[in-house]
């Protein structure tokens, strides 16, 4: 509401960010946020009249338009890991996901400032494995231990599961059969897309039941799913637990994954989709007066060959119900989801046309 600055950048863009931070570089180049409303022409990310400087500027190189983003120095860095010997090196074993830390401790180090890291136990020096040290301890200003048992959790969502570290793999019918509602029915026509060798990506909400069907129906296999936070192979997990995978194959540096996204290696992605207009223009991020924020919808979106979104029509106390063959709306959502134009663009069709 413009009580401090604000700013909501491609999730991929930051990511990449901390590398250019911890080697002093110019910033992030890229194509990503084009004719989004990270375009500095669009509003440049500001998210309140509060929020003035620009952090993204428009260049010209070889002939093209890019987006270059201004360097975003950082002070303070609170990260997690699994285990430190008594020289700070961090292990990041049981976390299920290694997402950026050894980038981002870097960029923290460099800069001046001070890298916080919350760990499980601390070990003697010289006993960690090398290879499963993300975070060296010349990185590392302080350490802290959890006092209650609650708060030396995997994620929000788990104590601890070994299936999304690849410790232990969870059987292929673990996971409880979905119930057929109206998010299940878009997921399995959204399914009907995939195809057998294909690297693909699901996105946060409806896109995680393409999963859950992909599971139950035991094709899982055929296909390499993956999430921009670094999972790669196995199956997506959903809600809270968003981010890892069970029966994780690879657990990439998060900005090694949008390498690989920014590159094109993403055959197909799934995405949700909170308003829709004439033009083909979708919004995520910014509706109805809620920030839900990007994440890494538009460096997805913009770089996959194919981009298929999920979505019902309405919202906010829609009522469905399933049975003879058939899907009854018993009540319409009182938001509704394609308009004449959307509140905010985070997926640009006409730049998805020209590119």
């Not at 040290?133 to 010349?138: R, S």
């Not at 999920?310 to 049975?323: H, W, Y």
């Amino acid at each position: 509401k413009g009580s401090f600055e604000a700013y909501n950048l491609p999730q991929g863009v930051l990511s990449r960010m901390t590398r250019e931070l911890a080697a002093h570089g110019p910033g992030v180049i890229t194509h990503v946020g084009l004719n989004t409303f990270v375009d500095p022409r669009m509003g440049g990310g500001r998210l309140n009249s509060r929020t003035n400087e620009d952090l993204v500027e428009v260049i010209t190189l070889g002939g093209r338009e890019w987006l270059h983003y201004l360097p975003i120095p950082l002070d303070v860095v609170f990260i997690r890991g699994t285990v430190a010997d008594e020289r700070g090196n961090i292990s990041v074993e049981e976390e299920g996901l290694g997402i950026d830390v050894t980038a981002i401790a870097q960029a923290v180090h460099n800069n001046g400032g001070k890298v916080i890291v919350q760990v499980g136990r601390i070990v003697p020096a010289g006993t960690l494995d090398p290879w499963k040290v993300k975070v060296p301890g010349v990185l590392v200003d302080a350490l802290v231990l959890p006092e209650d048992e609650e708060d030396q959790v995997q994620n929000r969502a788990l104590p601890f599961d070994p299936s999304i570290t690849s410790a232990a793999r969870a059987p292929q019918g673990a996971d409880a059969p979905v119930p057929l509602d109206n998010r299940k029915i878009i997921a399995r026509r959204a399914a009907m897309e995939l195809r057998n060798g294909i690297a693909a990506n699901l996105g946060i909400g409806m896109p995680e039941y393409v999963a859950k069907v992909a599971r139950e129906e035991g094709f899982t296999d055929v296909m390499t799913l993956s999430v921009e936070s670094g999972a790669t192979g196995g199956t997506p997990r959903s809600g809270s637990a968003f981010g890892a995978n069970t029966n994780v194959e690879a657990i990439l540096d998060q900005p090694s994954q949008f390498d690989f996204y920014d590159g094109g290696g993403l055959d197909q992605t799934y995405l949700g989709l909170a308003q829709a207009d004439e033009s083909g223009n979708v919004n995520v991020s910014l509706f109805s007066g809620r920030l839900a924020g990007c994440g890494g919808f538009i460096d997805i979106a913009q770089n996959a060959h194919k981009v298929t979104f999920c979505g019902t029509f309405t919202a906010g106390g829609l009522k469905t119900a399933t049975g003879d063959g058939k899907l009854t709306i018993l009540q319409e959502g009182k938001n509704k989801k394609f308009l004449r134009s959307v509140d905010q663009v985070t997926f640009s069709a006409r730049y998805a046309v020209k590119t």
